[in-house]
């Protein structure tokens, strides 16, 4: 396997993204993608951690390395013409908590400065409730792919898409396809490994209807004359993209500071029937609930028993955060 290097322009690109889809394979087999905050380091890989109150991530990994990443959202870049650039690639992740910054130090002062009220969580009180956050696991993937896309601009600003049959009443996850502009499938390709493209899905009885382009893998030549480069000359048409199977359909939102997020995903099963694909939703999965006051709460005390369960099963006892590092990265520079 061939390690497709990204190059200084596409990796301005990549930086300038406040957060990307990142999907890793369940073990049926379903690609199961999130929102995060991933970090290009110098060598080449790219640094994505979770906290052990969602570890299944990191769980994943260890099972299967094939993971992808891609970067569409470009809220609170300053680009809204970004293009979205898609990176396929194997990830490790050591069984090592992380209980400071080590050397990803300039992940979390860029994070403490794009999102400014998290500034709050390593003081007190904030501290007090939010130790499970920093207690992460360090996730690396080596890019064996990349794909350059026109940029979200262009799909959203294309003609809407027909509204949902009366007959979708009910469907699972109908209600959020509907309040989002777009969404991300998490589908595999011909070797298995995931793929992800937005795409804009429409309820119908059946399920949701794909777009063909989607279902097809969009490898696009490059937006703004960005070289699309793929890892061993792999061919971009319909016969290299997307397979029936276990899929998912991610929608998720942020503000300009990374604030009042939101994200669901639709697990189900993905069919082609000639030229129509159609996600058959199985499961919706809203791990903060709907934004409740109520199901702020929930998920504080659902997080702190994930992590406690964490740890348990490994007969470890809880690590301390390493507050004063971690205040020293959230101070402002010219504070500091």
Not at 234 to 245: E, L, R, S
Not at 247 to 262: F, G, Q, T, W, Y
Not at 279 to 301: C, H, M, N, Q, Y
Request: with cysteine.
């Amino acid at each position: 396997m061939t390690t497709t290097p990204i190059d200084l322009e596409i990796g301005a690109i990549i930086d300038a993204y406040r957060t990307c889809e990142f999907a890793t394979l369940g073990a049926d087999g379903t690609p199961l993608t999130w929102p995060t905050a991933a970090w290009r380091r110098a060598d080449g890989t790219l640094l994505v951690t979770t906290s052990l109150a969602f570890a299944q991530k990191a769980l994943n990994v260890r099972r299967d390395g094939r993971v992808a990443l891609l970067f569409s959202d470009p809220t609170g870049s300053g680009r809204a013409d970004a293009p979205q650039v898609f990176v396929s690639g194997t990830a490790t992740c050591p069984d090592e908590i992380r209980t400071g910054p080590d050397e990803a130090a300039d992940y979390w002062r860029t994070l403490f400065e794009r999102q400014p009220h998290s500034r709050s969580y390593v003081r007190a009180p904030g501290r007090w409730f939010m130790d499970w956050y920093y207690l992460r696991l360090f996730i690396t993937v080596t890019p064996t792919r990349v794909e350059v896309r026109p940029p979200l601009a262009e799909l959203t600003a294309a003609e809407q898409p027909a509204p949902a049959t009366p007959a979708a009443t009910g469907l699972p996850g109908a209600d959020l396809i509907a309040r989002f502009p777009s969404a991300v499938l998490g589908a595999r390709d011909a070797s298995g490994a995931p793929l992800l493209v937005r795409t804009r899905p429409r309820a119908t009885a059946d399920g949701f209807a794909i777009a063909t382009d989607a279902a097809e893998g969009i490898a696009t030549d490059a937006a703004e004359g960005i070289a699309t480069d793929t890892a061993d000359g792999i061919a971009t048409d319909a016969a290299d993209g997307i397979v029936p199977g276990q899929a998912s359909l991610l929608v998720h939102r942020h503000d300009e500071r990374l604030n009042a997020m939101h994200n669901a995903l639709i697990r189900g099963e993905l069919r082609a029937d000639g030229d129509q694909w159609t996600l058959v939703p199985r499961k919706v999965v809203e791990p903060a609930g709907s934004g409740r006051i109520s199901d702020a709460f929930r998920t504080l005390r659902t997080v702190r028993r994930s992590t406690a369960r964490y740890l348990e099963r490994r007969g470890l006892p809880r690590p301390r955060v390493q507050w004063d590092q971690f205040r020293l990265l959230a101070t402002p520079r010219d504070d500091a």
